[in-house]
């Protein structure tokens, strides 16, 4: 595979503007072999048969959170972590991953979740809602590993927000993961397998369109199913997303909330998926709320440090990005709100270890609160 | 000592950590911005302190092992590719940042980026002048040592301009404090510039003390538009000549503009010729400077001249001449860009010359640069890296050199010798039958660097492996 990229890396003409805000070669104080530009070379010279593909070549290219923030930098216009996903897929094929992301993989494959938690537990959030959840509609709700198992109030906070809006939503009947962890960890059959599934199960609500709090699994349904050639032709949309588009053909409920609030890019929903103006929009919409925007916001949002299966890999200086990220925040904020899970986790334990007077809210949550007050 | 026991000694002095050996840092370390070089170092040491950097110093000074300083690898002349192996000294670990607002200074350690001194200075209303379009990358040392220059050069030169002082490690762990933190300094010769733009060959710059100046208050930005380059150098020499005191004077020509509206669909007219330039101050008065250049470029037969409303339009008009690196690296996996500069009087023949090769060899060669201090970037572009490519691109590479020496001008402005403008310095040199100073060169690095360590085989030692053209 990477003689046929050959050509491409050609184009990297090492002007190294991609280094710099780099979050991982950030916490190795700019070494190359953990920056942009040095996974570029190191498959440059695996391509060119200069270097023999190892194990710690592999550590490196999965040693990348898969931000983004180096394609934007590029001049030459290489779209870096998709270069990047792809040495990983054909390192995964000569057996060069490391031992952390194997064993994540195999809890997937194995538990249906990278948390190796029991299914019945994925389903624990409904005790925070009154009535049993509907199993059809047509807007399926996927919720996605993180959320279900790690963030059991913002599942409550989505699906009521939802209905409470008049939304035919449904939750997916044993719903598992929808294979986006296997994706960046390289192992293609077997996510197209997993994403299969979750279609399926899917179309089993009765619905036409998925919304998700997880953009994540809003791009392994939406982007990476073509290239496995699953083309399910399910609407696909991030809870945000959603939630802006209803606001504009319903009458916009009474939210109310007095609070100094600051919103957080996730890497996904922003630089990949260009979701930027719904989240803002959403959380303006809140009377009371004062919106101060991050410092390093939209495009130039610097990442939390958990994407890519970057935690799995390092969670130390994956936790350091976390906690640098963490500096972006304005002073006097209460609420540190975004819109991805694993953006919530990440920045949830760098306030914890920082000891920061600052809440992590979802926007699902925040709205949530907002509403029920 | 065998350099196993070197590594060993290394290791041991300054921690494991800091002292890289394994194939792929040694493969990564080995390249920097230009197409053409590569080299292997024996291992990569990364610098926390200048107590680091005294360290290696002391040692392969006493075991005769090549150094070589680097910042972020961005040279665009070979400067910091390690020909001879040794050591890769990384010093972009080194990114204390203090700004001194009372006395107008900004102390930075050498691996600090251009972009993050000003990012510090404008916390505090200030700015540091030299802006080489790799700002955001280049570092404080790297900057010093190539003396890098960019679009403000019209205006505030290059970085030996907004030097005062630096703390360098020579061969053997010496110290030496160079300058003083102060605007004004007299004391025996000028050593201090000496290591400016000495890239990497004598010492190790680890700290420098620099100027920085209030943000202005207003910048008003024109974009002018030519039937031809003649028009247009005749319109920069007009301005240049009168009170207006641009702080940016860039050119663009046709093909630059082509290409930046084949890859960023900027739909500016191809005409032969843009020049944007930038002039600031005290809001009044750059109103009517920004109108009197507007007459000038006007009186000089422009086409089009287009103020800047707000920022919004600043950045639109400002987007071509941005684009243009991006433009060509998107459109060509090989760019062989020099940094030429000419007499101003000289500059339209330049181009007119350069556009001769262009069509002489069938070789693409765009044209963009700093042409208010006669400073041109002219890229070289090919569509493949074949060797017959690579060949004629370093003939047409090393003929645009000529025609700069040639019209009384220099081979480079501000991105120096390093590997690949060996042969050109040695013919400027020639011209002005000034040969000798090569040798007075060799000397002066002698007192500093007896062992011949520092980052050897680069401008002025003749390299075996450097181009032979
Ligand atoms: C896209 C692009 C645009 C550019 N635009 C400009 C421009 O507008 N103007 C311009 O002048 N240059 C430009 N350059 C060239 C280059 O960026 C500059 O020369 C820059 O200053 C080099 O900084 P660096 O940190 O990357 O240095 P490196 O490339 O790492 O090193 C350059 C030289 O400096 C020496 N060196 C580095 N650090 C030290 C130190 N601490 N002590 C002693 N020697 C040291 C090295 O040995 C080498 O000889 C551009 C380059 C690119 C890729
Ligand atoms: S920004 Fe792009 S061209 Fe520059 S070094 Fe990084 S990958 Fe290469
Ligand atoms: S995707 Fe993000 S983490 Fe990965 S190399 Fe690019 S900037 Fe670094």
Redesign the interface.
């Known amino acids: 595979m990477l003689g046929s990229v050959k050509?491409y890396l050609?184009?990297c003409?090492?002007?190294?503007?991609c280094?710099?805000k780099c979050p991982v070669s950030q916490v190795f104080?700019?070494?190359?072999?953990f920056s942009p530009r040095?996974r570029v070379?190191?498959l440059y010279?695996m391509s060119m048969g200069?270097?023999?593909a190892?194990i710690?070549?592999a550590e490196?290219l999965f040693s990348c959170t898969l931000c983004g923030y180096c394609t934007i930098k590029c001049?030459?216009?290489l779209e870096l972590e998709e270069l990047f996903s792809s040495g990983r897929r054909t390192l995964n094929n000569i057996g060069l991953v490391p031992g952390e992301i194997a064993e994540i993989s195999r809890r997937i494959l194995e538990s249906g979740n990278p948390y190796n938690a029991p299914l019945e537990e994925r389903e624990f959030w409904t005790n925070y809602i009154e009535e049993a959840p509907r199993r059809r509609g047509s807007v399926a709700l996927w919720l996605g590993c993180t959320t279900a198992y790690r963030r059991m109030d913002t599942c409550a906070a989505a699906y009521s927000l939802l209905k409470t809006l008049g939304v035919d939503v449904a939750i997916v009947e044993d719903e598992r993961c929808c294979g986006a962890p296997l994706y960046y960890a390289g192992y293609l059959k077997e996510f197209k397998d997993f994403l299969k599934q979750a279609i399926m199960r899917v179309m089993n609500t009765g619905a036409d369109t998925i919304v998700t709090p997880c953009p994540s699994c809003m791009r392994a349904f939406k982007e990476y199913s073509a290239k496995v050639g699953l083309n399910h032709g399910l609407k696909v949309y991030h809870l945000v997303e959603y939630l802006g588009k209803l606001y504009l053909v319903k009458p916009i409920p009474r939210f109310e909330l007095e609070a100094r609030v600051t919103y957080h890019d996730p890497c996904e929903l922003g630089r990949h998926l260009g979701i930027y103006d719904e989240p803002r929009k959403l959380i303006e919409s809140v009377r009371g709320v004062r919106f101060i925007e991050m410092n390093a916001s939209r495009e130039l949002a610097n990442c939390c440090g958990g994407g890519g299966l970057y935690l799995a890999v390092d969670p130390d200086n994956s936790i350091k990005i976390a906690v640098r990220r963490l500096e972006d925040v304005p002073p006097n904020v209460e609420v540190l709100a975004t819109a991805c899970p694993s953006c919530e986790v990440m920045l949830s334990i760098a306030v914890e270890r920082l000891e920061a007077d600052i809440e992590v809210l979802d926007i699902a949550d925040l709205l949530w609160r907002a509403l029920s007050k | 000592m065998e350099n196993r026991s070197v590594l060993e000694l290394l290791k041991s002095t300054l921690g494991e950590n800091k002292v890289l050996c394994s194939l792929e840092n040694l493969y990564v370390y080995g390249f920097d911005a230009t197409p053409v070089y590569r080299g292997k170092p024996m291992a990569v040491i990364r610098a926390y302190s200048t107590e680091d950097v005294m360290k290696v110093l002391t040692i392969a000074n006493d075991y005769a092992i090549p150094v070589v300083p680097r910042g972020h690898g961005t040279s665009l002349t070979g400067a910091v590719i390690p020909v001879e192996g040794g050591l890769i000294l990384d010093l972009s670990p080194m990114k204390r940042i203090e700004v001194d607002v009372e006395n107008g200074i900004v102390v930075a350690e050498a691996g600090a980026t251009i972009g993050e001194v000003n990012a510090e200075c404008r916390k505090y209303g200030f700015f540091f002048p030299p802006d080489p379009a790799s700002a955001e990358v280049a570092t404080v040392g790297g900057a010093l040592a190539t003396d890098a220059g960019g679009m403000r050069g019209a205006r505030y030169g290059t970085m030996r301009n907004w030097v005062l002082a630096m703390k360098v490690v020579v061969p053997g762990g010496r110290v030496l404090r160079l300058g003083a933190p102060v605007y004004k300094w007299r004391c025996g010769l000028n050593l201090l510039h000496l290591f400016v733009g000495s890239e990497g060959t004598l010492g190790v710059i680890t700290e420098a003390t620099l100027k920085m100046l209030p943000l202005p208050e207003k910048i008003v930005r024109l974009l002018a538009l030519f039937e031809t380059v003649d028009e247009a150098v005749t319109a920069i020499c007009s301005i240049r000549r009168r009170a207006l005191n641009p702080l940016i004077l860039e050119l663009l020509d046709e093909s630059t503009i082509k290409s930046v509206n084949e890859v960023f669909n900027l739909n500016m007219p191809e005409v032969g010729a843009a020049v944007i330039a930038d002039v600031d101050g005290p809001k009044e008065a750059v109103e009517r400077l920004g109108k009197e250049m507007a007459e000038v470029f006007e009186e000089c037969g422009a086409i089009s001249v287009r103020i800047a409303s707000d920022e919004g339009e600043m950045e639109k008009l400002y987007a071509a001449r941005r684009g243009a690196y991006p433009a060509v690296s998107r459109l060509y996996p090989i760019v062989l860009i020099e940094d030429i500069v000419v007499p101003l009087s000289k500059l339209a023949e330049a181009i007119r010359r350069i556009k001769e090769l262009s069509s002489k060899y069938g070789v693409a060669i765009v044209v963009f640069g700093h042409a208010g201090d006669g400073n041109i970037h002219p890229c070289i572009c090919m569509s493949s890296r074949d060797e017959e490519s690579m060949r004629l691109a370093e003939k047409v590479f090393y003929e645009i050199c000529r025609i700069a020496i040639e019209l009384g001008g220099t081979v480079s402005g501000e991105h120096g010798i390093g590997l690949q403008k060996v042969h050109a310095l040695v013919e400027e040199l020639k011209y002005r039958e000034s040969s000798w100073l090569l040798e007075v060169m060799r000397e002066v690095k002698k007192v500093f660097d007896p062992k011949g360590i520092m980052n050897p085989g680069k401008f002025f030692m003749r390299c075996r492996k450097c181009w032979e053209v």
Do not use: H
């Open positions: 050509r050609e184009y003409k090492r002007c190294g503007f280094i710099v104080d700019g070494l190359e072999t040095g070379l190191l010279g200069e270097l023999k190892t710690s070549i490196k001049p030459a216009g």
